[in-house]
C-alpha cells in the first residue's frame, strides 16, 4: 500500500526513538501541558496529528512499524470494527499523552506522574502478553507473535520503546525543542550535548530570524533615541 494521506505520514523522524517520534504527533504544544496537568483527552490539540484511526496506521507506516501490507490490512478490519478502531485511537492518545507527561518531567527533573505511570505500564502489560521467546540463526531474542491485524498492535511497540528508553537510555540526554512554540522531544546523542532544534531548518532557522529581528528593532530603537536626542 502507497502512503496514506495523512499528515502524520509527512511529519519528521526525529525524536531518535519510536516512541519520542510518537510523542511528536501533536505540534506546537510547548506550554500546554506540564508534568501532573492532565486534561481532558478529548480537549487535545489544535496541532494534532492522530485525528482518526487512519491517522495513526499512516503514522505507523511512515515510522516503519506496520508495513504497507499490515496497513492495508489494519484499515481494511478498522473499517468492518470502527467502534474497535476508535477505542485504539483512544488508547493511543491516552499513551501518547501520559508520556508526553513522563518525558516532560524527566527534562525536568521531577518525578512521573504515577497516574500517566500506570497508563504506560497496563499498555505495556498487553504488549508483554504478545511477547514470545525465540530461536533465530542470531541467537535468541523476544518477538512479538501474531496479531497482523490486531487493530492495537502499533501500541505494544511504542510502549516497548518507552519501556526500553527509559530502562536504558542516558536519560540526561533527554531535550525538549528549543523553539517558541514547539515542544517537539528528541534524544541529543550529539557528542557535545549540543543539539538545541527537533530541526535546524525549522525551528533553529526561525529562532535565527526572530533573534536577527530583535537585534534590528532595538539597534533601531538606539538609532531613534540617538536621532531625537540630537534634534
Ligand atoms: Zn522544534
Redesign the pocket.
Known amino acids: 500500500m502507497k502512503g496514506l494521506n495523512s499528515s502524520a505520514a509527512e511529519m519528521k523522524l526525529i525524536g531518535g526513538r519510536l516512541c519520542l517520534d510518537f510523542v511528536n504527533t501533536v505540534d506546537g504544544r510547548k506550554n500546554d501541558s506540564s508534568p501532573g496537568k492532565s486534561k481532558p483527552l478529548n480537549s487535545l490539540l489544535l496541532g494534532d496529528k492522530l485525528k482518526n484511526y487512519s491517522d495513526l496506521v499512516a503514522w505507523s507506516q511512515h515510522s516503519g512499524i506496520v508495513t504497507a501490507a499490515d496497513a492495508g490490512r489494519l484499515l481494511k478490519e478498522s473499517k468492518q470494527r470502527p467502534a474497535a478502531a476508535n477505542a485504539v485511537l483512544h488508547r493511543a492518545i491516552a499513551l501518547r499523552e501520559a508520556l508526553h507527561h513522563i518525558f516532560k518531567a524527566t527534562v525536568m527533573e521531577s518525578g512521573p506522574p504515577s497516574i500517566d505511570l500506570e497508563t504506560v505500564n497496563v499498555e505495556l502489560l498487553k504488549a508483554r502478553r504478545k511477547e514470545r521467546l525465540i530461536r533465530t540463526d542470531n541467537g535468541w531474542r523476544w518477538k512479538l507473535i501474531g496479531g497482523e491485524s490486531a487493530l492495537d498492535r502499533m501500541l505494544w511497540l511504542i510502549a516497548q520503546s518507552a519501556a526500553e528508553f527509559l530502562s536504558t537510555a542516558d536519560l540526561s540526554r533527554l531535550r525538549e525543542?528549543?523553539?517558541e512554540e514547539?515542544?517537539?522531544l528528541f534524544e541529543d546523542t550529539s557528542r557535545n550535548r549540543s543539539r538545541q532544534?527537533?530541526?535546524m531548518e525549522?525551528?533553529?532557522n526561525?529562532a535565527k530570524v526572530r533573534r536577527f529581528r530583535t537585534r534590528v528593532r532595538s539597534s533601531s530603537k538606539t538609532n531613534t533615541k540617538r536621532h531625537s536626542r540630537r534634534n
Open positions: 525543542c528549543g523553539g514547539c515542544g517537539w532544534w527537533c530541526h525549522d525551528c533553529g526561525l
